[in-house]
Structures are given as C-alpha cells and as structure tokens.
C-alpha cells in the first residue's frame, strides 16, 4: 500500500526553468494538496483541489500552476522557477470533498527543490 | 488571513523530562489536528480534538483543546530519544473551515 507517492525526491533547476512535481494517491482520495515547506515557516498551502476537475488557490499560488488529471494524480508545475522557489514540497491526500470534511491528511515523502 | 501561534520554536530537553508544546489561536476554532515530522521525513497525523475541553491521551503523549476553543496543548511525559522531530498542530477556523498549520515546535531529546 503505497499511499502518497511524490516523483522526483530532488530537483535542481536553473532560474527560469520548468518543471512538474508529480503526485499520485491510492487511497481512492477525493482531496489532494500541493504544500511548501520552508525553514521556520511551517506547512503553507499553495494549491488544493476537492475533486477531480476543480482547483482552488491557496496561500502562496503565485508562480505555481496545478492540474488534477484524474481522482488519483494532482501535478505541480513550475513555469518559470525562481530562487524564492526553493524548498521542501509535499503533496498530500484526504478522504473529504471540502475543508469541512475534517479528515485528516496523509502526506507524501517530499520533493526537495533548489533553484540556483 | 488566519493566524496559528505555536511555542515555542525549539525545545532541547533530556531524555526522561517532560515537554509541552503549545497552540493559539484569536478566533474560535472548529478542530485542531496535531502532527509529527521526524527530521528528514514527512508529517503524519497523530491525532484530532473536536470538542470544546477536550483531552486524548496516546501512550506518553496527552492532548488538550481549550474550553474556548481558541487554544491546544501537545504534552509528552518521560521523553525518549524517539520523541524527536517537530510537531504541528493544524486548526481549521470555524468561520471557513480552511485548515492552518502553525510553525512547529522542533523537539530535539539529548540520551
């Protein structure tokens, strides 16, 4: 059972650069979500969706763009990557199809990002 | 947008002391989750607080939600060495539902 799966584990880009973060549940998960990690900053959301077909912004959208492929897959692309960038991405999962669901989130292993 | 306050930042203890770590918040909260990250690794959830006083106990670990709501305590008897990594605590506000994670508190236990 492989819960939350995150392709790469590490990524070094160059500024102006792109690339997709991937992520994929097993759990059969209608939520799914896209956080950034940075040092003293805690877990903060940059986008979310509640199912298949819908996205939702969060608190750090700016420079990210998502795709919810399917109920399984939810990608992250960076179009243009900058040094601001860097950091400790994690995707995760939950059951619900809202924030009031209040289900608990199972997080992948994380994609540590440097932007040179 | 919402604030999650959490102290402190770090705390170095020794093993077999005891630690706490702490959740605030200036609105009334709808739950509050709590997480662990070991060093290195992902966060996984420990456990949820609903009700209004409520307290959960796991093992050596005890878990407090305010009678306000607004507040939520992580207490960890007897540390050990395993105990180590940062915990979170994440609320959901009851006017939004969205969930907010605070900074984390980084527990690090000297053997």
């Known amino acids: 059972n492989a819960g939350v799966t995150q392709t790469p584990k590490f990524q070094v880009l160059k500024t102006g650069q792109s690339m997709t973060l991937q992520c994929a549940q097993d759990?059969?998960?209608?939520?799914m979500y896209w956080y950034r990690q940075d040092p003293g900053m805690g877990l903060r959301l940059i986008y979310y969706?509640?199912?298949?077909?819908?996205?939702d912004k969060g608190e750090v959208p700016n420079g990210y763009n998502v795709s919810r492929l399917n109920k399984r897959e939810f990608s992250l692309r960076l179009e243009s990557a900058a040094p601001s960038q860097t950091s400790v991405y994690f995707c995760?999962?939950?059951?619900?199809?809202?924030?009031?669901?209040?289900?608990?989130?199972?997080f992948g292993s994380g994609t540590q990002l440097s932007v040179l | 947008g919402q604030q999650v306050m959490q102290i402190p930042q770090y705390q170095h203890v020794q093993e077999g002391e005891d630690f706490t770590t702490y959740c605030n918040s200036s609105?009334?909260?709808?739950?509050i989750q709590w997480y662990k990250q070991r060093p290195g690794g992902h966060p996984v959830f420990l456990i949820q607080?609903?009700?209004?006083?409520e307290v959960k106990k796991q093992k050596r670990l005890t878990f407090q939600f305010g009678e306000a709501k607004k507040n939520s305590s992580l207490h960890i008897t007897a540390t050990q060495t395993t105990d180590v990594g940062t915990y979170f605590c994440?609320?959901?506000?009851?006017?939004?539902?969205?969930?907010?994670f605070g900074k984390g508190t980084l527990l690090t236990v000297n053997p």
């Open positions: 995760a999962s939950s059951g619900g199809t809202s924030w009031a669901a209040e289900e608990k989130l199972f």
């Open positions: 759990m059969n998960h209608n939520s």
């Open positions: 969706s509640a199912s298949e077909g819908t996205t």
């Open positions: 609105t009334t909260l709808s739950n």
């Open positions: 607080l609903v009700k209004s006083g």
């Open positions: 994440a609320a959901r506000r009851r006017s939004n539902y969205k969930l907010t």
